[in-house]
Structures are given as structure tokens and as C-alpha cells.
């Protein structure tokens, strides 16, 4: 059974500051890596893709690929109340487009 | 641009009857999801088409579940009979294949009493 890993949180940050999430996976030939965001009640959206070893920077995201440790991160820089929400990392397994979710890290952002 | 448009929003039922639920994937897409969210078990993949063919259904709990996608711009997943423990929110995803991105529904919420 491939798995990927997060840690459920609930993350608090204080407003402004760097959220750090983690995500380890366990198919070594994934090559493809999501971020999603899910607000309570919403559905997941996506807000980072990553392929490349290395770091990736869209806005005040920034996603980080270590396959050789099979390690993807997403930071939040400044981050901000809207920010209040639960990420899901996901990892694409075969040819086909299939997805496979963490069970997510809530992320609470404090004024 | 419209996205995936998912009906009905929300749905109650009773134990034993038939639930239906319907997808319209963003056109041009040729990839179709549905997956079943829970506090419990999160996020899982239950079945998934490729240009409208079934590519892997080994997530379908059960064989009380069955879904279709007779074209491209509509499936079904079905439920008969439905039992309490169905009760969840299902999200149908399309993507396209160039992208590997998939994008969701505003999902189904399902309560079985």
C-alpha cells in the first residue's frame, strides 16, 4: 500500500510568520507532487504543483522536492488568517493520473 | 469557465434506498474522479475513467456501488442500497492529461439516516 504521510496538526502560526508542512511518501518512482488547500466545509483546491527536485515559488508559497529522501514540504511566508486551512499533499502514482492524499494538516493562523 | 459541476449539493436518505449522484467534468478534460471524504479515512480514491473508460475501480467499497460515464461530459456514481455508514462527502475531479492537475466539484453531501 503506497502511503503518503502528514502530520494532522492543528499547525498555529502567529500572522506573519513562516508555515512549515511536511509530507513524506512511499512510492520511490512518484514523480509528480500537489499541494491542496481545503477550507471546512469546501473542497480541496490546488494552490502548488511540484516535479523537479529543488524549490518551487508561486506568491507566498513556495514547495520543496527531495526525492531522494522522498520528502515534499509547502512553506507560507506571511502568512495570514485567510490562510486558515487544511493542505493536502498528494502524490501521482503510475501513468495514469491517479492520486494519492495525505490525510491532511490543519494550518490555524493566529491574528 | 465552468468548473466540475456536481449535483445534488446535498442529499438525505433513508437506510436501503437508492442514491444517485452526478458529475459534469470541466470540458476538454479527459481524466474523471470520484472519491469519498470522511473525518475517519479522509480523502480516498473509489473509482476513475480515462476518455470515459473505468481504469481502476479498486477503491468501490463495495458492490453496492457502481458508476458510469456513458460520454464525456457526464458520470454517475450510484449507491444501492445506501446504509448509514455511506454517509460522507463524495467529490467528483477531472484533469486533464497534459496537466496532471485535477480539479474538484463543490462535492455531494451525502447523510444516510
Known amino acids: 500500500q503506497k502511503e503518503v504521510e502528514q502530520n494532522s496538526g492543528p499547525l498555529s502560526v502567529p500572522e506573519g510568520a513562516i508555515a512549515s508542512l511536511n509530507c513524506t511518501y512511499s512510492d520511490r518512482g512518484s514523480q509528480s507532487f500537489f499541494w491542496y488547500r481545503q477550507y471546512s466545509g469546501k473542497s480541496p483546491e490546488l494552490i502548488m504543483s511540484?516535479?523537479?527536485?529543488g524549490d518551487k515559488e508561486d506568491g507566498r508559497f513556495t514547495a520543496q522536492l527531495n526525492k531522494a529522501s522522498q520528502y515534499v514540504s509547502l512553506l507560507i511566508r506571511d502568512s495570514q488568517p485567510s490562510d486558515s486551512a487544511t493542505y493536502l499533499c498528494?502524490?501521482?502514482?503510475?501513468?495514469?493520473?491517479?492520486?494519492?492524499f495525505g490525510a491532511g494538516t490543519q494550518v490555524v493562523v493566529t491574528p | 469557465d465552468a468548473g466540475v459541476i456536481q449535483s445534488p449539493r446535498h442529499e438525505v436518505t433513508e437506510m436501503g434506498q437508492e442514491v444517485t449522484l452526478r458529475c459534469k467534468p470541466i470540458s476538454g478534460h479527459n481524466s474523471l474522479f470520484w472519491y469519498r471524504q470522511t473525518m475517519m479515512r479522509g480523502l480516498e480514491l473509489l473509482i476513475y475513467f480515462n476518455n470515459n473508460v473505468p481504469i481502476d475501480d479498486s477503491g468501490m467499497p463495495e458492490d453496492r456501488f457502481s458508476a458510469k460515464m456513458p460520454n464525456a461530459s457526464f458520470s454517475t456514481l450510484k449507491i444501492q442500497p445506501s446504509e448509514p455508514r455511506d454517509s460522507a462527502v463524495y467529490f467528483c475531479?477531472?484533469?486533464?492529461?497534459?496537466?496532471?492537475?485535477?480539479?474538484f466539484g463543490p462535492g455531494t453531501r451525502l447523510l444516510v439516516l
Open positions: 498528494a502524490v501521482k502514482e503510475g501513468s495514469w493520473g491517479k492520486l494519492q
Open positions: 475531479a477531472s484533469g486533464g492529461q497534459i496537466q496532471e492537475t485535477q480539479y
Open positions: 511540484i516535479y523537479s527536485n
